[in-house]
């Protein structure tokens, strides 16, 4: 079978969610055995979504709901699996750009849900969070990844950190990066959205704020990166 | 010349099948010759003979994980860590071992498939996890980097966009690699030899990528 390069792309995106799905762990979506061709990778997912969301994984998420990560399983319960399962049952095609796209915000979900998990110790890691669950309800992608040994900034920092990112990353079309990563004694919030610089409306009111707060602005056209930094005065 | 091969050792089928996907739809195409959950199918059979190895990390198995890399690299295999794992000391332990580069799952085709081609031919991969776990390397022995180069780093890190880190500095996308790449030159000069480091520094020195007084 010749496969067209939109629809190439559609399969791939499926792949991907099966993939984070897969890593959440614990579940063994198994998706086929020899299934290299990349229509068969797509019909084993499908076929292994059928079979293992109504059995084993249903199971597993119904025990594992019991404990401290009802939320990752929750989210598999209420949104991936029932969209694995519709593209299984042919109510949903992989050709439809909305069920690529929710495929697609399913596997960000995911793989940001374990980036939180490693860091829940992280207040600004949860308030991060915050402002990134309201960048996905109005419909981006939001990637989060955190690096280093990080200080956490007293409160009002915190606050002023995540002012200044969230005009950029509120938005954001369909996609954002947000990463947080250690900076001498300081720590450092980017945020990379999906949109011109010209459509963001920055607020100073963060950076106007302390003199420990540092923002820089990269913009081009379709791109508009934010960096924030936190550096405390030396006392 | 002939495509690029790989073995993938990894224990969930689904991995190991979208990984068969991207490689399939990769340009140009990279064959998978063997898969499984034992680091042995790198060694016997098909996967003996490929040109890099797509290792999973499993912490689980803990040390075992780390010893079985070790021997891989030993053995002068190209080694692609693959791996759920994104701390630091898990990272930065691959580096010491040898590995071509370390990406992180969450990172996906749009690296893995650059990775592949990068480390067939011996040169640097830095994905952008890899790049802020290097910015932020605190140990003693660490490598000693200038200014410019954890600044590129970590805006590297931060944007996953060559073209943006290069608007910010004023620099070209050639030079914002150039000191990507003369970041893991400096790791693969630290830690442990292995032949799959000397080839990634020859291959720089060649390249023009750094010079002797670099390192």
Known sequence: MQLGFAHRLDLLTLVDLVVVVAVTGGFQLAVGAGGAALDRVADAAIEAARRQATTVTTEEVARQLHDDREERYGRLRDSVLPLLRGIGEGTLSPADPDVQRRAALEAARLRRLFAEESDVADPLVVELGSVVDLAEQRGAEVRFSATGQRPVPPPAARAALVDVIAPALLAARRSARVTLSAAGAGVLVGVVADVGVADVEMTDAGAAASPEISTVVVGTEQQTWVEVRWTPSAS | ?215
Request: aromatic share 6%; net charge negative; with cysteine.
């Open chain 2, 1 to 215: 010349m002939d495509p690029v091969s790989i073995v993938i050792v990894d224990d969930h089928p689904a991995i190991v099948d979208g990984v068969r996907a991207w490689c399939a739809a990769a340009d140009p195409p990279i064959v998978v010759v063997g898969a499984g959950r034992e680091p042995s199918v790198a060694v016997c059979g098909a996967g003996a003979a490929a040109d890099i190895v797509v290792f999973d990390l499993q912490l689980e198995t803990g040390v075992l994980s780390f010893h079985a890399v070790g021997r891989l690299v030993a053995a002068g295999r190209r080694v692609v860590v693959y791996s759920q794992a994104a701390d630091d000391a898990t990272v930065l332990r691959c580096l010491e071992l040898g590995v071509s580069t370390y990406l992180t799952k969450a990172e996906g085709r749009e690296h893995l498939i650059p990775a592949l081609h990068a480390a067939a031919r011996d040169l640097p991969y830095v994905s952008p996890a890899l790049g802020g776990v290097m910015a932020g390397d605190r140990r003693a022995d660490r490598p000693v980097l200038s200014d410019r180069e954890r600044e590129v780093l970590l805006a590297w890190f931060e944007s996953d966009s060559k073209n943006l880190v290069a608007t910010r500095f004023g620099l070209s996308v050639k030079t914002i690699d150039t000191y990507i790449a003369r970041v893991r030159i400096k790791y693969a000069e630290v830690g442990r030899p292995a032949s799959t480091k000397a080839a990634l520094v020859a291959r720089a020195l060649q390249d023009g990528l750094v010079d002797l007084d670099d390192l």
